[in-house]
């Protein structure tokens, strides 16, 4: 994640300080020494919508291979002597799994924070309460287009209605909630009415996710936006940072370039700001997959992220998920924490890499059968990033 508004507007959010403190991107293991990753638990594979894009494949369907709740707490038993600081739980759609507050509240008994990514069609009235009563952190539901737009993406028609009435019950009995909106060629037109809707409703933070080549989202890479068109959204969402300063958190999700990207706007527009920008990226470190975030599907399966699902490095049923992490067996897990030496292509040669590094790997993969290879998503030019050229400057 890259803080548009802690970086752009010096505003104080609680996930900053798991991203931009001294000494995190030099961690091998966690968020910073001595603490684990944030993990992302898928904890079912069951949801009630169709999604063109779902990185996890989920289906309408109960899965047997679901760990059960007494695995579930085996396994924040795990997290919580490893001092992982969130568990975000997702899915399929979360608030599907039966047990899911029982879980949350022995998580909160352990001390860890938890935090759901859901659709928000079934949070009404009755579920927001119990979401707020069971102290979740923070609520993220997905918004994917206005209206029918959204509805036809999620495959539901009246899904749109359904996820902003969630998003109002829990702004009603002050719970923390924001949207997750994943850009794509579908709603790249919509942005200007996604902040329309942001403003009206008063919503706090919007995380704006680049598309991931994974799971049915490995179909769309055609449907993703050009070079011109990515640069273009950064710079309207630059733009609103500005404009909303404190009042709205917004971040960008999985494409790192938006670091190199956004602080040369800064040098460029904002230059009084570049100096506290450039030390907050380098802090931050670009991504850190197999690092300071790790994922754990519904069936216990341990892997980098949440859209690297076909790299697995082990079980919690069979191994703790700390000793798992720990391990330098695995190629690919040993890999991320030392790969600059093992990128290729542009990526290899970029002179962003300490506030990029390397990128999405399911990208590069995806679109060349390469974890190491370049990411395809990456919108810098050649001059940009050093290939041609040595001056930090945007391309005209």
């Known amino acids: 994640m890259i803080g548009f508004s802690k970086l752009l507007c010096a505003t104080e959010n609680y996930g900053d300080s798991l991203r931009y403190v001294h000494g995190a991107n030099r961690a091998k293991h966690g968020v910073r020494s001595g603490r684990g990753p944030v993990v992302v638990w898928n904890c079912t594979n069951r949801c009630n919508l169709t999604c063109r894009h779902c990185y996890a494949n989920s289906d309408n369907r109960r899965f047997k291979e679901e760990l059960t709740t007494k695995e579930a707490k085996k396994f924040i038993d ?177 494409n790192h370039a938006d670091a190199p990207y956004l602080y040369m706007k800064t040098c460029k527009e904002y230059p009084e700001r570049k100096e506290r920008v450039w030390e907050l990226l380098q802090m931050n470190g670009g991504n850190r997959s197999g690092i300071a975030i790790a994922n754990v599907d519904y069936k216990g399966d341990v892997h980098p992220d949440q859209f690297t699902q076909h790299h697995t490095f082990g079980n919690i049923r069979e191994t703790a998920f700390s000793e798992i ?57 050649d001059r940009e990033i050093g290939l041609e050229d040595p001056e930090t400057v945007l391309d005209k």
């Open 78 to 254: 795990d997290l919580a002597e490893y001092k992982v600081p969130v568990l975000l739980i997702s899915g399929g759609e979360p608030l599907l799994r039966e047990d899911l507050f029982e879980i949350i509240n022995y998580a909160r008994s352990k001390n860890i924070r938890c935090t759901i990514s859901t659709n928000g069609t079934s949070i009404n009235k009755a579920i927001a309460a119990k979401i707020k009563e069971h102290q979740v952190s923070y609520v993220g539901i997905s918004i994917d287009g206005i209206g029918e737009r959204h509805d036809q993406f999620r495959g539901m028609k009246g899904s749109f209605d359904l996820a902003v009435h969630g998003i109002r019950n829990c702004l009603e009995i002050g719970q923390k909630v924001g949207l997750r909106f994943t850009i794509n060629r579908h709603n790249y037109d919509q942005l200007e009415a996604l902040f329309d809707l942001i403003e009206k409703e008063n919503i706090p933070r919007v995380c704006f996710y680049h598309l991931a080549y994974s799971g049915r989202g490995d179909s769309m890479i055609d449907e993703d936006l050009t070079p011109s068109e990515k640069r273009l959204a950064i710079d309207f969402i630059i733009k609103k940072t500005i404009e909303l300063g404190d009042k709205v958190e917004i971040l960008t999700v999985d």
């Open 325 to 381: 992490w720990e391990s330098s067996d695995n190629t690919i897990l040993n890999g991320l924490r030392n790969r600059k030496e093992l990128l290729k292509g542009r990526c290899s040669k970029c002179k962003w890499l300490n506030i990029c590094n390397g990128n999405l790997r399911a990208r590069g993969e995806s679109l060349n059968g390469d974890f190491w290879e370049s990411d395809p998503a990456c919108y810098l030019s």
